[in-house]
């Protein structure tokens, strides 16, 4: 919106405490999804389909992706054009009296006719459950590789000395809205790092980018059998950076 004003007129997705948000659009029927934690539903991760006309747009109800959470942070919202779904990546954080507590996904048809709402919603994935006491990092990055619809996660298993992980959920049936997840790739084993995930369109694949100590690294991610490959890393020396006084 050129003039400066909020582009739904002010109301905005959500009135309280948001986190993790996270947003996709859906290029068949001109709607954008916004993800959250909703602090005014118990931190629930809530979804909002939007309609856009002009410099306003006008967004549905909250659709609750899961109840089952405990302060969920982070969220990851991908539309899938191969399959034509949404795929939200959600994080419920660990507690010793929760038994759901990791990495989730699940995907959802959105209704071509009534907008702003979802014609099909497909059961909850796990990608990795942390309920064991192995609490995963705050770290919930995902992203998705346009050519093949598959979304690349990333986490820490502190069940595996803090070990950095990768794995992939994809759309296994379209009319179900159904997901499968890969078995994990490990990229980098250092406890202390930080890490992201971008898309490249040049090589039209993820790239996980990870410190180790003094190095920022980056590796590519393909896929064969649906399982996620890493390829070598190449390494920048943190200790070159130089800034600019001015």
Partial sequence: NTSGSAIDGGTGFNTDRTEGSSIAFDPDTDQVIVGFSDGSNATVPTIRIGTVSGTTITFGDKIVVSSDTNATTSMG??????????????????????????????????????????????????????????????????????????????????????????????????????????SGAEFDTDANNDFGIAYSPDADKNVVMYTNGTDLRARTITHFSGDPSLGSYATYNLLNCKLDPA
């Fill in 77 to 182: 919202c991908h539309y899938d054009k191969v399959n034509d779904r949404l795929i939200v990546v959600y994080r419920s954080s660990y507690s010793p009296y929760w038994t759901d507590a990791g990495l989730f996904a699940r995907a959802y048809k959105l209704h071509a006719s009534s907008l702003r709402t979802v014609e099909t919603t497909g059961d909850k994935a796990t990608i990795f459950n942390s309920g064991s006491g192995n609490a995963v990092s705050k770290n919930n990055l995902s992203e998705i590789q346009d050519h093949d619809g598959v979304v690349d996660v990333l986490y820490e298993d502190k069940s595996d000395g803090d070990d950095n992980y990768v794995k992939t959920v994809k759309i296994n049936d379209a009319s179900a809205c159904s997901l499968t997840v890969s």
